[in-house]
């Protein structure tokens, strides 16, 4: 199998890393025809991380099988791009005895390399939940990160409450210490919510949700997909 990649900003790249990185330590990543897929579950076996980049986002991108599975320790692979410049591209290139990932970042003055030994991670067969969800809002990425930053003040649960074409973000804790905070159509930094039930409510331990988003800016949209008393889905594109 031949698989080489080139990723023209090393800094995406590398909060492409962190996102996966918050919330697990090592990941198996599958390069196809179509791109790098991966998924994965948190270790304590709470969060399904669903993960895809598109051969398109790539300058460069070769991969003539249907897909090798690449272990890879991703605090290291975090560090190696903590060293990256602001002008460097990634390039991502594995051996052909298929056990060594080559990463190098490039600029015009300089090409530096690093070789990572793949891991022995297995790709968990898992499927994403087939879920009929209930409540679909869609909006900046800034309003669950302030959310998230004041519910810390008083709780280390979310709480959501989705009715008459409103979102209610709130928390309260045993102390009666309470957040509330409303969405509607009209709110500014709303995109969309959507309710095909009267009420919908679920709620949802703090760092969780915080970790599925600590990388993100405050630009990026972001969707949020839930019903009653059931998982949270969190979707969202990670660009410049």
């Known amino acids: 199998m031949t698989f080489r990649a080139v990723y023209s900003n090393a800094k995406i790249f590398k909060r492409i890393i962190d996102t996966m990185g918050s919330l697990t330590g090592e990941i198996c990543m599958m390069p196809t025809s179509k791109g790098i897929h991966a998924k994965t579950l948190d270790p304590s076996h709470v969060v399904l991380v669903d993960f895809q980049i598109d051969k398109s986002a790539f300058d460069v991108y070769e991969c003539d099988d249907n897909g090798y599975p690449m272990g890879l320790d991703l605090d290291l692979v975090k560090k190696i791009l903590g060293r990256s410049s602001v002008n460097?591209?990634?390039?991502?290139?594995?051996?052909?005895?298929?056990?060594?990932?080559?990463l190098k970042l490039i600029n015009e003055s300089k090409v530096r390399s690093f070789t990572i030994p793949l891991l022995n991670v297995e790709s968990p067969s898992l499927n994403v939940p087939d879920i009929q969800f209930e409540c679909n809002a869609t909006m900046d990425s800034s309003i669950l990160i302030d959310a998230i930053k004041d519910i810390r003040l008083i709780y280390d649960m979310i709480s959501l409450y989705a009715h008459d074409e409103a979102l209610e973000i709130s928390a309260k804790s045993d102390e009666?210490?309470?957040?509330?905070?409303?969405?509607?159509n009209s709110s500014q930094d709303v995109e969309e919510i959507n309710i095909h039930n009267n009420e919908v409510k679920s709620h949802y331990p703090l760092n969780y949700v915080d970790d599925a988003i600590k990388h993100l800016k405050g630009k990026e949209t972001i969707n949020l997909q839930f019903s009653n008393e059931s998982p949270v889905k969190i979707a969202y594109d990670i660009g410049g």
């Open 176 to 184: 009666n210490r309470q957040y509330f905070s409303i969405l509607t």
């Open 88 to 102: 460097d591209k990634v390039e991502l290139f594995l051996n052909d005895m298929k056990d060594l990932l080559q």
